[in-house]
């Protein structure tokens, strides 16, 4: 709590009239079992709000916030994108009153007032004010004794959600920021008041010692009275019935006036279950005070678990662990805030781990003591976070002292369960590295069992690791100094911070690279940050489903948006192409970070969509964490698992003449050693198995398994075809899958027979057309220049307004912002060139040497053969491939660089496919155009909307390579 003086407005509720009173009194006598030396009185129900203490009341019901009873500003902009939109908006201070009947069992008590969460708070009993608190993650605890007596009081909490009560970048972290969580105004959870002895367990830590069969039990025992003896009882109590009950033990001590710190070791026995992963048995300490013939007791879940590291591995119980995580940014849609109960979070974790999650890091902010409920019995690793996000001055006292108070209470509450095993500064925060190690020292000694960094992705990772951190999170390690991405860890990135957006887009396809060089020189565990983040076009149908306090207008402008632009037909196979896309990128950026030996995992962006930030669609999960439809759990952990097997090989294109040469290895982050059997197999499309075998593999816990080598000979698949490459440890149903294509080795290329071949749209080209000549026409990508977007393979990065400006603002190329190839597999011209609906990698070096034609102003009937999906800021009308009928000849127009494609096979392939599809009697365009048509819709330039710069958090320009 913080001292008095604060001067705001003042806004209240209120319970009115005594047949409430009454009924709190006997709502409160169910809960005061006799015996029990806590009694404890809910306050939770109706309250009265207003906004100053002279105004009309309204009745709420708590726990809740002003945005699910509709108090507020209406909000009327139904144009933004941002973000979700709220029904009513307020900032600033809400006055929330009860009239409570304190029973006459308090008399001679402590007298406290829990609110588990909320944000800067003042309390007042009887218009008394009794102090002010600012914590923002973990509960508001008021010692109301001297202004509690029994009979009838007016509590009256004002809550004020104004941002003006933190430093800076707190407003920026996911505890305030519209752009997820929102900015409530409320009071969540458990709200009560409780009555205990003048002597009493403040708190309790347990910090388990499994190598030594103990555990340490810290324990604040405050004493409101004179000196006197005392006796502590412990007891751990098993969750399960597997594990034997501990012997309790005893101290005697002589409390002195106020705080007393015990701390006392405590042995668990040989046959103490272990917490992890794998086995998350749980325990309760209690922890019994009796002094002066009262007493007082204190119950903490622990699990007995060693977090660690060795090198750089991240350990559990001496075995290594490969993190493999998602970020949350605390998307809840239908409240605005994080639930405040343990089945909901059972839930969410459930999802997560059916997808092969082990992992969660919250993005500047921390979850609910239910959530951390849920992850220990679940055995899921927790990573919470300051809610901060800007930059760290030691010299600021307001900031540090921040720091300290949130920190330390965020460790002191949470930090035994067993599922909080690192902890963090904050989301990519600059400054003073001195200062950060000065806040992480001051949080180890409050507890040394948690690993510490300073911050997720700190100045971008070009300042690398910090002597004092126990893991990096990062994106990069150091500044890059070349154009090799070779202290990237991880693989995509926006143009803004790497050369063509990294790795996955800039580097010709393979299952052979690591982070291995990004890793040298750095002597802890790496986790990388925010991977991934690949757009997917909205599916509008998820409208439907905000029926709380946000609505969806960011996706009504978009859907609008597409409309206009006269493909709202399209939405659908939009979302489902961009998605498959995606997901296969996703599985790639994965895959990479599990096959690099000593990496220690990542944190995806995401599993789910942001609905923030510019309406940031990345996830294969909608913002209510249900699938899109795209790749379930079951598939997903095929590549995301403890126990993953993995194919490299050099390319996912073949001819032919080749063998396809490919190494299998498991890596294997069980829980124990594994000999097994991988068996693989190669199908065609039709599910014929062309070749398959077996490999026998052994690797120890934590380790990668020698590699095996396999070459299946090519030469008797003669026509151009699609390979499903199926791996699966025996005796196990979940599969890793890879698509690889084979194309007939070509000596020469392909020659036209009956149509020709151009660069250039000129008088001679027309002439052959309107003559009835067929003409595969390849545009110089600097005559379209104005007419086309640039060429991207990957879906763009995160979304394309916040990062257009960003890129401008750094004078740095602008993302091309595309998503993926849409085309019907039955053309006529995929007879030559398998493919499916969507970008696969065998299209890869085809879209990055492309210039995708704007068809905004041509006729709605000209559609294209290969279409690619745009962003939903543009919605342009995108070609690859199209085809037209130009007076009495045929026109089929490719924006793909020809130079470009003939050192590759897909590429060789691909040109020889367009040529024998425009030979072919199947190439009869439906779309009619005259030659004076056809000239104008290649000279008209592209009308490109007006789109507004979306800020983000982070300033990107002071943080840019000096």
Known sequence: MQGKGSVFFRFSFVLSGRSAVWWVLAFFLLFAVPGWSREVLPLSGDWQLSFTPDKKEDTVVLPGTMDEWGKGNANTNRSETKHLSRLVTFEGEARYRKEVLIPESFKDKRVFLHLERTKYTSVFVDGHEAGTCNLLQTPHRYDLTGFLTPGVHTITVVVDNRKSHYPGGVGNSHALVEHTQTNWNGILGEIFLEARPSALVESAMVFPRPEDDAVRVRLRLRNYGEARPARIELQAVPGSAEASRPAGMSRDLALKPGLNEVVLEYPMGKDSLLWSEFSPALYVMSCRLEAGGESDENKTAFGMRRFSTSGTHFCINGKKTFLRGKHDACVFPLTGYAPMDKEAWLKYLRKLSSYGINYVRFH?????????????????????????????????????????????????????????????????????????????????????????????????????????????????????????????????????????????????????????????????????????????????????????????????????????????????????????????????????????????????????????????????????????????????????????????????????????????????????????????????????????GRAEVRAGQGELSPLSHVAVPLDGIDRPSMLTLTLRLEGESRE?????????????????????????????????????????????????????????????????????????????????????????????????????????????????????????????????VIRMVDNVERNHRLGLVFELSVGKGRLLVCMADPAALLDKPEGRQFRAALICYADSEDFRPEFRCSPEELKRIFSQKAFSPDIIKVENATDYKDQAPK
């Open 736 to 864: 890793n899958r890879y698509h690889l294509w084979v194309y007939p080795e070509r000596k020469e290329e392909v020659k036209p027979v009956s149509c020709e071949v151009a660069t250039r749209m000129d008088d001679a080209m027309l002439k052959r057309l309107s003559e009835g000549t067929a003409v595969l026409w390849f545009p110089d990508h600097r005559d379209v220049a104005d007419m086309s977007v640039g060429g991207m393979a990957t879906p763009d990065y995160w979304n394309f307004a916040m990062f257009k400006g960003i890129s401008e603002g750094m004078n740095k190329p602008v993302s091309p912002g595309t998503l993926s190839l849409l085309m019907d597999p039955e053309h006529s011209l995929f007879k030559e060139f398998p493919t499916e609906g969507h970008t696969d990698w065998q299209w890869w070096s085809i879209v990055n040497n492309s210039r995708p034609f704007i068809l905004d102003a041509a006729p709605e009937g000209l559609r294209p």
């Open 364 to 692: 500047s902010w921390t979850p609910p003591k239910a959530a951390f409920e849920a992850a220990d019995e679940l055995g899921m690793y927790l990573q919470p976070e300051i809610p901060y996000w800007g930059g760290v001055d030691g010299s600021n006292k307001e900031l540090m002292d921040f720091y300290r108070r949130e920190g330390a209470a965020l460790i002191e509450a949470y930090s035994s369960h067993p599922s909080f095993v690192m902890f963090a500064l904050g989301n990519e925060l600059g400054g003073s590295g001195e200062a950060m190690r000065a806040i992480i020292d001051g949080y180890r000694g409050l507890n040394a069992d948690v690993l510490y960094s300073f911050g997720s992705n700190n100045n971008l990772g070009r300042d690398g690791y910090q002597k004092g951190e126990d893991f990096l999170t990062t994106c990069r390690i150091g500044r890059d100094e070349n154009r090799n991405f070779e202290n990237h860890v991880r693989s995509s990135f926006s143009f803004a911070d790497a050369e063509h957006g990294g790795i996955l887009n800039g580097v010709y396809p393979s299952t052979r690279i690591t982070y291995e060089k990004a890793l040298a020189g750095c002597p802890v565990p790496v986790i990388g940050h925010e991977t991934g983040q690949f757009q997917v076009y909205p599916d509008y149908r998820e409208m439907e489903k905000y029926k709380g306090v946000l609505r969806p207008w960011n996706l009504q402008v978009f859907k609008e948006r597409l409309e206009k632009a006269k493909m709202g037909d399209l939405v659908e196979a939009f979302h489902r192409a961009s998605g498959e896309w995606a997901a296969q990128c996703y599985k790639a950026d994965i895959e990479l970070a599990i096959r690099t030996p000593g990496f220690g995992g990542f944190q995806m962006l995401d599993l789910q969509d942001f609905p923030g930030q510019g309406s940031a669609l990345v996830g294969l999960l909608d913002a209510f964490m249900d699938s899109k439809g795209i790749m379930e759990g079951e598939e997903f952990s095929g590549f995301c698992h403890a126990v993953v097997p993995l194919a490299l090989f050099d390319k996912f294109t073949w001819t032919n003449a080749e063998d396809l040469a490919f190494d299998v290895q498991v890596a294997n982050y069980g829980a124990d050693a594994l000999h097994s059997s991988l068996l693989w197999k190669l199908a065609d499309a039709s599910g014929k198995v062309v070749k398959e």
